[in-house]
């Protein structure tokens, strides 16, 4: 037998890759982990609402290849344990979607409440970072060392709605994790990029299909993409070699407001 067929033989021997889901329960995090179980990867789901979770897993078609562990983003004990359930049943993780977030009411900004801020700022950002941290340990201690980090930065990490400081402020504040972590990273052998979507069809982009408010006043319906194109873009950044890395990465329905918003 050659060298090149031996080569071949040990590869396919190797186990799937892990990645760690955040928000797997629905919508973008939903569609991200039904990519990765059927591209093979062995996946940690976490989120909320645990019934929410097993029916992904269920959906996925590989259940001896998910894990479900209900988890609050937002508290650092329950991030912690996030990732020593991954690590206890698959030995380590490769990638972390970096993907739950939450949003206030559409309000004026007068008459948003400090708990509203607070509620948002602890999911978005806080728990970004508690995710962040805690990867950063796992990967810099596994062997071989490191992995990639994708964050959900959404189109509002660049452009805001009417209405929306506390997600948009959080998700600007997303891009500095980014970079920073990236930065850091470097020397882990961790790459960590982002992705910003627009308009994917979730429940949460119901309003977009129906009318939502334009910085003009008016009320427009806006084009949607189908979320599955989003877990295929999370695919991609998350299947790339860790010698590349996909910095900042937008998709979005064609025809959304974006480049001319405002």
Known sequence: MDKARIAIEIDMTQPPKVAVVTGAGSGIGKAAALAFLQDGYRVVLAGRRESALVDVAALGGATDRALVVPTDVSDEASVVALFA?????FGRVDVLFNNAGTSAPGVLLEDLTLAQWQTVV????TGMFLCLRQAFRVMKAQIPQGGR??????????TPRPNSMPY????????????????DGRKYSIAVGQIDIGNAATGMAQKMQTGILQPNGQIAVEPVMDVAVVGQSVLYMANLPLSANVMFHTVMATNMPFAGRG
């Open 85 to 89: 359930a991954a690590v206890r049943a």
């Open 168 to 183: 948009t402020a959080t998700k600007h504040a997303v891009t500095g994790l980014t970079k920073s972590a990236s930065l």
């Open 122 to 125: 602890g999911v978005n950002l």
């Open 149 to 158: 980090i994708i964050n959900n930065g959404s189109i509002s990490a660049t």
